[in-house]
């Protein structure tokens, strides 16, 4: 089995520091030709593929056509990092309150081709392609995900939904 080259050799695994997702994202979304013979558009649904899996990270491709997007959503505990590769993505994002419900910051963020979103493990957001060209990204997870919770819009709050497991509807 040969060991994928963002992996540290098994000898310094244990010993070495939570990996640095936003140096990953970057590397990884510099590697086209790891990436490019994956890109897919599926008009009904968000197409991604697995870059890497590791015991401490993995890494996805996804890409959007226009008008594609997610819902509300949550990492489960995952923090992380994607690149935007091509076309243009926009991410709207809420703050976390210790009592009561997130609330929607007002203004959307634009990521055009090349820029980067690094977030912790108690970040939310909705991302959608509202340009009119396909959009490409390049994202990393760490720990690997295992489920996302979902929210729904009320107003300036969300409420949470529901909970969807890795790979299933996202």
């Not at 493990?121 to 390049?138: C, F, M, Q, W, Y």
Request: cysteine-free.
């Amino acid at each position: 089995m040969t060991r994928h080259p963002l992996s540290p050799s098994p000898s310094t695994r244990k010993n070495r520091p939570r990996r640095n997702l936003v140096e990953i994202a970057t590397r990884l979304s510099g590697q086209r030709e790891l990436w490019e013979p994956l890109v897919r558009y599926d008009p009904i649904s968000r197409y991604y593929a697995r870059l890497a899996k590791e015991p401490d990270f993995e890494a996805w491709l996804l890409t959007w056509v226009p008008g594609q997007g997610t819902e509300w959503h949550d990492h489960g505990g995952s923090a992380g990092a994607f690149v935007v590769v091509r076309g243009e993505l926009t991410e709207r994002s809420a703050t976390v309150a210790q009592d009561g419900p997130p609330s929607v910051v007002d203004e959307p963020r634009v990521l055009s081709d090349g820029s980067l979103r690094a977030f912790g493990t108690k970040h939310i957001h909705r991302v959608t392609n509202n340009g009119l060209e396909p959009a490409v990204s390049v994202h990393v997870y760490a720990p690997a995900l295992v489920e996302m919770t979902s929210y729904a819009e009320d107003g300036p709050r969300l409420w949470q939904t529901g909970s969807q497991l890795i790979g299933v509807n996202w």
